[in-house]
C-alpha cells in the first residue's frame, strides 16, 4: 500500500514535469509561421528561358517548406481540376515526391468576369475611362520591359509593378476591386493554413500577379515572418542542371500541339531546340518522333513529315504518347498524315485519309471525332492537284 509522503512525491514530480514542459510550449507559441512566396508563371513546362520547371524545383528545395499552399481551387469538389499546368505538371509531383504537404488555398470566383464589366462601366460611367486606358498602356509598357524569368518575378521590381497597378485601379474604382476582393478570399484561406501550423515554414506557389498581395496583407500579422523568394537565389547552374529531369524536354513540346500555321519563327526555333535532347532519351522515342513530325508540319515540310509519320501509324494502338499518358501513338500520327498529305496540296486523298480515320471503330473516340470535325470544314473537297 502506498504511503502517503509516496503519493505526495508523485504529485510533485507530476506537476515539475509540467512546468518544466511550459516554457517550450511557450517557446514554440513565440516562433512566428515563415511563409515563403514564390511567383510563378503556368506555362514554365515550355521552359522558357530562365524560368524552367527545374528553377521553381530548384527554388522550392532551398525554401524547404513544411506545408505547400497552392492556386488549385479550395471550394470546389475537386481542387485538382483546377489546377493551372505548372501545378500539375511540376509543383503537385514535387510535393508528392518529397512528402510535402499539398493544401489547395485558391478561390473559384464564377462571377469575376461580370464583377469587372461592372468595375470596368463605372470607369466610363466617372470619367474615367481614359485614366484607366492610360494605366494600362503604362502597366504593359513596363511588363514588357521585364525579362520573366524566375529571379526577376521574383524581386522588388516586379512585385511593385503588379502592386502600384492595382493600387491605381482601386483609386480609379473608389472601393474595393474585383481582384482585391478575390484575392482577400485566398488570403483568408492562407492565414487559417498559417493558423493551422505554427511555427512551421510554408510556400506559397502561386501566379506573380498574387504574390505582393500576400505579402503585403501577411505583413501585417504578428505571429507570421514572410520570406521573400528573392532571399533564395541565385540558383546556381548546377542546381538548375540537378533539379532537371528528362520528362521536362518532353513536356516542353505542349505548342507543338497547335494547328499548323500557328506558331511563330521564334517558339519553332526554340522548340527545336527544347526536341534535340528527346533523341537520347530511349523511353521517349515515340514522342520524339511524333513530335519531330508535328515541328516539319509547323515549319511546312509535309513530305518529311509523312516520312516520319508513316512508320508511327503501324504501332501497335495501345501504345501511348507519354506526353500525356492518353493518347494511342498510332491514332495520332494517323491524324497528322493528314495534315501531311493536306500540306502537300493532295486534298481528295487527305479527305478520303480522313474518312477511313473516321469510320475506324478501332481507332479512339477523340480522334475520330477531331477526323470528323475536319470533314465538315472540309465539305466541298478540291481535286487532287
Aim: charged share 20%; proline share 6%; net charge negative.
Amino acid at each position: 500500500m502506498n504511503s502517503p509522503r509516496l503519493h505526495a512525491l508523485a504529485i510533485y514530480l507530476a506537476i515539475y514535469a509540467l512546468s518544466a514542459l511550459a516554457p517550450c510550449a511557450t517557446a514554440l507559441a513565440e516562433q512566428p509561421t515563415e511563409v515563403v512566396i514564390v511567383s510563378t508563371q503556368h506555362f514554365i513546362t515550355d521552359m522558357p528561358d530562365g524560368y524552367t520547371p527545374a528553377h521553381l524545383r530548384a527554388l522550392l528545395e532551398k525554401a524547404a517548406p513544411a506545408v505547400l499552399a497552392v492556386e488549385a481551387c479550395s471550394n470546389v469538389d475537386d481542387p485538382w481540376l483546377t489546377a493551372p499546368y505548372e501545378l500539375t505538371k511540376v509543383t503537385r509531383p514535387w510535393a508528392i515526391e518529397r512528402k510535402v504537404p499539398l493544401v489547395p488555398i485558391g478561390w473559384s470566383e464564377p462571377n469575376y468576369s461580370n464583377q469587372l464589366g461592372v468595375m470596368f462601366n463605372k470607369f466610363v460611367a466617372s470619367g474615367n475611362a481614359a485614366a484607366y486606358e492610360q494605366a494600362e498602356q503604362q502597366f504593359q509598357k513596363q511588363s514588357a520591359e521585364l525579362t520573366m524569368t524566375c529571379a526577376s518575378m521574383n524581386d522588388d521590381r516586379s512585385l511593385n509593378l503588379w502592386r502600384n497597378y492595382h493600387a491605381k485601379l482601386h483609386e480609379l474604382y473608389g472601393e474595393e476591386t474585383p481582384w482585391e476582393a478575390w484575392n482577400d478570399k485566398i488570403t483568408a484561406n492562407l492565414l487559417a493554413l498559417c493558423r493551422k501550423h505554427p511555427a512551421k515554414r510554408i510556400a506559397v506557389v502561386f501566379g506573380g500577379a498574387h504574390a505582393y498581395y500576400f505579402a503585403d496583407r501577411l505583413a501585417k500579422e504578428p505571429n507570421i515572418r514572410v520570406i521573400a523568394a528573392k532571399e533564395f537565389f541565385p540558383l546556381a547552374d548546377d542546381e538548375i542542371a540537378a533539379a532537371t529531369r528528362d520528362g521536362d524536354y518532353l513536356q516542353a513540346m505542349r505548342l507543338l500541339n497547335y494547328f499548323p500555321g500557328s506558331l511563330t519563327p521564334a517558339q519553332l526555333t526554340s522548340l527545336e531546340q527544347r526536341l534535340q535532347p528527346l533523341q537520347d532519351f530511349k523511353q521517349y522515342q515515340n514522342d520524339y518522333q511524333y513530335y519531330k513530325a508535328r515541328l516539319l508540319l509547323h515549319q511546312n515540310k509535309p513530305a518529311d513529315a509523312l516520312e516520319v509519320l508513316t512508320p508511327l501509324a503501324d504501332v501497335q494502338p495501345s501504345v501511348l504518347l507519354d506526353f500525356d499518358g492518353v493518347t494511342s501513338v498510332r491514332d495520332a500520327a494517323r491524324l497528322q498524315i493528314y495534315f501531311a498529305i493536306q500540306g502537300q496540296g493532295k486534298t481528295t486523298a487527305a479527305i478520303e485519309h480522313l474518312r477511313s480515320l473516321a469510320n475506324d471503330k478501332t481507332v479512339s473516340l477523340s480522334i475520330r471525332q477531331t477526323a470528323e470535325a475536319l470533314l465538315n470544314a472540309n465539305a466541298t473537297p478540291a481535286t487532287n492537284r
